[in-house]
């Protein structure tokens, strides 16, 4: 359904592309794609779950990267020329590929129990088993800074990043309105569960600007997550919004000295899912159900710091890594989870408005 999505010309170009360049994989069964953002990211989950996985089932597992909106792969299934088997996706993106039949549906009951028993539904994170997915990780947009700018006083609130006065610097911020209008709102005192009710308003959504006003001229806009750190680290600013997993790889693995501010952070859930018609589909279902035991969700967090989606699996997370973790409790208490019910509605005209107030 929903072939609106795909010209026939695109289809015919994909078709032939599979022909030409795919045909040898056909329905073999001895390996799958996974699909993923990449960067950190791309190579935790590659040493988390793919590498043990081949070494399990001696299924191969090859790579590639997209920028994870649905188009690549709603062509795919619209041309019956799917290439791609498994795709990371974001909460949202895998309702909605699930409504458009793009991803196959998954069985819960059928996906590996805790180790006390304990039913997957049971375990997983509220949201995190969406119809055609299944969760992977927690991951959060942050702020970070480094911390030789400040050497009295640190930062440790969300108002802070937004406090010129009492710390100067440039900031570093997405060139998205999604973020950043929580981001003001929660700085300006608005508790984070009534965020999204204000933001249906004119009124809040007005407050949220008048905020983001307040540091517009001291801000560098960002729109790919490898920048903050480089921003960081050649102290074009003081002060960033980032994903939080950026600035700890910078951190552990760089031995940069930026500190995370968890306070207000907005986290997000991304999930597993199958690509509808793939030829693999056997295989992409072990590698589901691989990726699902608790104990590998936790070797997710081993290798970049976004938060296993399992209880079970929270628990097995050592305690010097949980405590960088978005799903560490302290790290929680002040936390939003991302509405994307909210975006699908409102996204349109606020990222028209944002895209306007950038440039004026």
């Known amino acids: 359904m929903h072939k609106q999505y795909i010209t026939t010309a695109v289809a015919a170009g994909l078709v032939s592309l599979t022909m030409t360049g795919l045909a040898d994989r056909a329905a073999a069964e001895d390996s799958i794609t996974v699909v ?51 795709a990371v996706v974001e909460e949202h993106a895998a309702i909605r590929g699930c ?13 590996p129990a805790a180790p006390d028993g304990t039913p ?4 997983f994170t509220e949201g995190a088993l969406p119809d055609c ?39 570093g911020l997405l060139n998205k309105a999604r973020g950043n209008l929580e981001f003001a709102l929660m700085a300006d005192g608005v508790a984070p569960e009534d965020v999204y ?43 960033t919004t980032a994903w939080n997993g950026r600035i700890q790889v910078a951190i552990d693995e760089e031995d940069q000295p930026f500190e995370i501010v968890w306070d207000g952070q907005l986290y ?5 899912v199958i690509l509808e018609g793939t030829p693999n589909l056997d295989a992409a279902m072990q590698f589901i159900h691989f990726s699902a035991r608790s104990e590998n969700l936790a070797q997710m967090a081993e290798h970049i710091a976004y938060g296993p989606v399992r209880a079970s699996a929270q628990a097995m997370v050592p305690d010097e890594i949980a405590v960088k973790l978005p799903t560490h409790p302290a790290n929680l208490e002040t936390a939003l989870a991302a509405d994307d019910d909210f975006w699908a509605g409102y996204g349109d005209e606020l990222e028209e408005r944002f895209s306007t107030w950038m440039l004026r």
């Not at 935790?44 to 793919?50: G, M, W």
């Not at 409504?99 to 996906?111: A, M, R």
């Open 36 to 86: 993923s953002g990449g960067g950190a990211y791309g190579a935790a989950i590659e040493r988390a779950l793919q590498e043990p996985f081949t070494a399990e089932t001696g299924i191969a597992v090859d790579t590639d990267d997209y920028d994870y909106s649905l188009g690549p792969i709603r062509a795919q299934v619209m041309a019956d020329a799917v290439h791609w088997d498994v």
């Open 99 to 111: 409504d458009e039949g793009l991803f196959v549906d998954i069985d819960h009951d059928e996906l």
């Open 120 to 123: 997957a539904r049971e375990d």
């Open 133 to 171: 997915g299944v969760g992977l990780v927690m991951w959060s947009q942050i702020y970070g800074y480094d911390r030789r700018r400040y050497t009295d006083e640190q930062p440790t609130t969300l108002a802070d990043f937004f406090d010129l006065e009492r710390f100067p610097g440039t900031r």
């Open 197 to 239: 009710d204000l933001l249906e308003t004119p009124e809040g959504v007005s407050r949220a600007f008048d905020v983001l006003d307040g540091i517009k001229a001291d801000t560098i806009f960002w729109e790919a997550g490898a920048q903050p750190p480089l921003l960081l680290a050649d102290g074009e600013v003081a002060m």
């Open 268 to 272: 997000n859930l991304d999930s597993l």
